[in-house]
């Protein structure tokens, strides 16, 4: 099977997860009724105001997210040249993290709305921070110092947070909510902004795929190539910011995606970053709607959150990545 076909195959089980999705939930509503509601807008009927304005919103910010993690995540490893880097080594999701703290407990800002720009901005810093440290000394972003810069901003970040919730304890159910990760309870319009910068990040990615087989060829052959490697790596780590900071923002913290999809494709699909960023995408979306959707139904009527279920199955998965590769040196 070539390459596009087990792509268009990913992308038929995306739309049926998809309409899992939407059909699932404390209440069945059948394809019928979805479809009635898709192409026949009634506004006194309660199951459209359940499917568009809850379900609608929840499927599109898991296919947004999950496939902003999985890009983030191969574009990060290919950054770094480490097969366990994912997006979280930018300090993204702790500099999100302590902004939405510092806006709930300095400013007493309480809506989603707010706390989502606020996160956006706090992870668009931190990923800043690290890549002009990662990028000092030798003219050239050093895939090395971009980690130890990353553990450096995440160990600051997390301390701020830790300090503002001593002296605020009134925010640490707001930081719990947001560390657990969740789609629910989002605005559409709200988020609306934020999609767009991650359906032209994706587009970007795609745009620099090709490059970013060159560079992988190791620095001396990109540069003999003509390639201007450091304009490159910084292209990437723009769209890595852009990616990782909305999925963030829009979502909170949710891990594994970015970490674990990458190599799932590798596997799959393709090493060519032609395939591996569209696949990526596809996976990524479709793994994180079935674990929204399995977070719904798990404990009825009540909700786990949807980074509890990624870690859920993520962890084993990352725990056999890590002992397949010591095993193999």
């Given at each position: 099977m070539t390459a596009a076909m087990k792509l268009g195959l990913g992308l038929l089980m995306l739309v049926a997860c998809m309409g899992l999705s939407l059909a699932t939930g404390a209440s069945w509503i059948s394809p019928s009724a979805i479809v009635a509601s898709l192409w026949q807008p009634d506004v006194l009927n309660p199951v459209q105001h359940v499917l568009l304005d809850t379900r609608l919103t929840r499927t599109l910010m898991a296919v947004a997210v999950g496939s902003s993690l999985a890009?983030?995540?191969?574009?990060?490893?290919?950054?770094?040249?480490?097969?366990?880097?994912?997006?979280?080594?930018?300090?993204?999701?702790?500099?999100?993290?302590?902004?939405?703290?510092?806006?709930?407990?300095?400013?007493?800002?309480?809506?989603?709305?707010?706390?989502?720009?606020?996160?956006?901005?706090?992870?668009?810093?931190?990923?800043?921070?690290?890549?002009?440290?990662?990028?000092?000394g030798q003219g050239s972003l050093n895939p090395l110092r971009i980690v130890l810069a990353g553990a450096a901003i995440t160990a600051l970040f997390t301390a701020f947070s830790q300090a503002l919730l001593v002296v605020n304890q009134d925010g640490l159910d707001t930081v719990l909510f947001w560390l657990a990760g969740s789609l629910s309870e989002r605005d559409l319009l709200t988020a609306a902004p934020l999609l767009v910068c991650v359906v032209l990040a994706l587009g970007g990615s795609l745009v620099l795929?090709?490059?970013?087989?060159?560079?992988?060829?190791?620095?001396?052959?990109?540069?003999?190539?003509?390639?201007?490697?450091?304009?490159?790596?910084?292209?990437?780590?723009?769209?890595?910011?852009?990616?990782?900071?909305?999925?963030?923002?829009?979502?909170?913290?949710?891990?594994?995606?970015?970490?674990?999809?990458?190599?799932?494709?590798?596997?799959?699909?393709?090493?060519?970053?032609?395939?591996?960023?569209?696949?990526?995408?596809?996976?990524?979306?479709?793994?994180?709607?079935l674990a929204d959707t399995l977070a719904r139904v798990v404990i009825l009527p009540q909700e786990v959150p949807v980074g509890v279920m990624t870690a859920l199955f993520g962890a084993p998965f990352f725990i056999a990545l890590v002992r397949r590769g010591a095993r193999y040196g």
């Open positions: 890009v983030a995540g191969a574009l990060m490893q290919a950054l770094t040249r480490n097969p366990l880097a994912s997006p979280g080594l930018f300090g993204i999701n702790a500099g999100a993290t302590f902004a939405i703290i510092a806006c709930s407990s300095l400013f007493a800002l309480t809506s989603m709305s707010q706390w989502l720009w606020c996160a956006f901005i706090g992870a668009a810093v931190a990923g800043t921070i690290v890549w002009v440290i990662g990028n000092r795929a090709g490059q970013v087989n060159v560079l992988n060829t190791g620095e001396a052959i990109a540069t003999a190539l003509g390639q201007r490697t450091g304009l490159i790596r910084l292209l990437m780590s723009l769209v890595i910011i852009v990616l990782a900071g909305s999925a963030v923002a829009l979502a909170g913290s949710i891990g594994f995606i970015g970490l674990l999809v990458p190599h799932m494709v590798r596997k799959t699909l393709s090493i060519d970053h032609r395939w591996l960023l569209p696949g990526c995408a596809v996976l990524g979306a479709t793994l994180l709607l």
